[in-house]
């Protein structure tokens, strides 16, 4: 059980071009979506939290308008990486959790996008 | 600032050798201390602890939570090849946010 689906796994595309991840929990409804990003040999950084039917909440340092989030039902949020350029590039992963104080997040497999 | 500290920053054994890894954090309005397991992808999740002194224990796997001394540690008994990962241990605040450590490299050679 609790299995987050991502896609897509990998994304090479040309700089100024906008890009959609896709994150679906398959088997849980979950309340509450994350966003993260991670740099070679470094943890897991918090980009955003995302309740469905709600604005999503950015960590201080994320650009909005840069990384659109929608979390529009229980079992899918997006991150679209628009106009994206080089330094954009990384390891994106998101999660996913169900109501309730004492639930696991449980992570996709995360999609690498590579800007050229 | 919260900080979540792990050590060792890496670790190599051999098969059947016992691992202990430990977590340290400073977390305002804790709520749970999460382990999970990455390999080549997105972490997999091992154990949630959120209260004191009782052993969560999977297989050959197990944690346990001090939340006086704002630590824990995940016991790996018995390595096999297949252990072989970065563990990160994360706290969750009461916001829902987690916040990882940087993870320990574990190998595990024959």
């Known amino acids: 059980g609790a299995v987050v689906s991502q896609h897509p796994s990998w994304v090479i595309c040309k700089s100024g071009t906008s890009v959609k991840i896709e994150c679906r929990s398959l088997d849980f409804q979950a309340t509450t979506m994350f966003w993260y990003r991670q740099f070679p040999k470094q943890s897991l950084m918090l980009m955003a939290t995302?309740?469905?039917?709600?604005?999503?909440?950015?960590e201080q340092g994320v650009e909005k308008d840069k990384f659109l989030i929608n979390h529009a039902s229980l079992t899918l949020s997006t991150l679209t990486v628009t106009s994206a350029h080089p330094e954009d590039s990384s390891f994106y992963i998101c999660s996913a959790r169900s109501q309730g104080d004492y639930q696991p997040q449980h992570f996709g497999d995360g999609t690498r996008l590579s800007i050229l | 600032e919260d900080k979540v500290v792990q050590s060792p920053l890496s670790l190599v054994v051999h098969e059947g050798d016992t691992v202990t890894l430990n977590c340290s954090y400073e977390?305002?309005?804790?709520?749970?201390l999460l382990w999970y397991k990455q390999e080549k992808k997105a972490p997999t999740f091992l154990f949630m602890l959120t209260s004191s002194g009782i052993e969560k224990k999977s297989g050959r796997l197990s944690s346990i939570l001090d939340k006086k001394e704002l630590f824990s540690i995940l016991n790996i008994t018995a390595t096999q090849t297949g252990d072989s990962a970065i563990y990160l241990c994360a706290v969750e605040a009461m916001t829902d946010k987690l916040i990882f450590g940087t993870g320990t490299r574990l190998q595990v050679f024959p």
């Open positions: 977390v305002t309005n804790f709520r749970s």
């Open positions: 995302s309740n469905e039917g709600s604005k999503a909440t950015y």
